[in-house]
């Protein structure tokens, strides 16, 4: 079965780091197309990152400069380096697949929970 | 970048009513437009991928359609588990922004 499983969300000071992880169970990170969207509480869905199976990396504006997607393709786990964390970067941070880059994030996980709070 | 703007943004229908959610994109996309359902604290779920197809698994009551700037996606015979919120994402460029989402309560 098909299963993403995050973690490493949690309460951090406004300035801190975060590293999320998302650990990929019947399908290859390698392979896909692996992404992280949030949501912050009571509002929709926004796009975070992406990395290609070929290594290219992408981001949104409101990230670029303090997030990093990367991979380990032996643990067959996605991560989500956050520095420099704001307020507005609290959200539900989820995991989710595209297997082809224009069908769709058709995988995700459960989400983890990222508070930024002093 | 590219902004979709949904319409409308809350939704009250009945049971077995059909609804269609408007998508509309600040330039052309071609059919690269996804839509996603989401029910209270879970995951979203693909829907529909590439304007019009449905997604494996995916209930036929939900259709897509559309082209360049305009999406349509309507759900016939509305079901108690159709009730949700919508969201479309384009997939045409970087970044891949999410529409801000449609509410479909019970009336």
């Known amino acids: 079965e098909l299963q993403l499983v995050e973690s490493g969300g949690g309460l951090v000071q406004p300035g801190g780091s975060l590293r999320l992880s998302c650990v990929a169970s019947?399908?290859?990170?390698?392979?896909?197309?692996m992404n992280w969207v949030r949501q912050a509480p009571g509002k929709g869905l926004e796009w975070v990152s992406v990395i290609y199976s070929g290594g290219s990396t992408y981001y949104a504006d409101s990230v670029k400069g303090r997030f990093t997607i990367s991979r380990d393709n032996v643990k067959n786990t996605v991560y989500l380096q956050m520095n420099s964390l704001r307020v507005e970067d609290t959200a539900v941070y989820y995991c989710?697949?595209?297997?082809?880059?224009?069908?769709?994030?058709?995988?995700w996980g459960q989400g983890t929970q990222v508070t930024v709070s002093s | 970048d590219i902004q979709l703007t949904q319409s409308p943004s809350f939704l009250s229908a009945s049971l077995g009513e059909r609804v269609t959610i408007t998508c509309r994109a600040s330039?052309?996309?071609?059919?690269?437009l996804a839509w996603y359902q989401q029910k209270p604290e879970k995951a979203p779920k693909l829907l529909m991928h590439s304007a019009s197809t449905l997604q494996r698994g995916v209930s036929s009551r939900f259709n897509g359609g559309g082209s360049g700037t305009e999406f349509t996606l309507t759900i016939s015979g509305l079901q108690p588990e159709d009730f949700a919120t919508y969201y479309c994402?384009?997939?045409?460029?970087?970044?891949?922004?999410f529409g801000q989402g449609t509410k479909v309560e019970i009336k």
């Open positions: 019947g399908l290859t990170v390698s392979s896909d197309y």
């Open positions: 989710a697949r595209a297997f082809i880059p224009a069908t769709g994030l058709d995988r």
């Open positions: 994402q384009q997939l045409n460029s970087f970044p891949r922004t």
């Open positions: 330039q052309d996309i071609s059919n690269h």
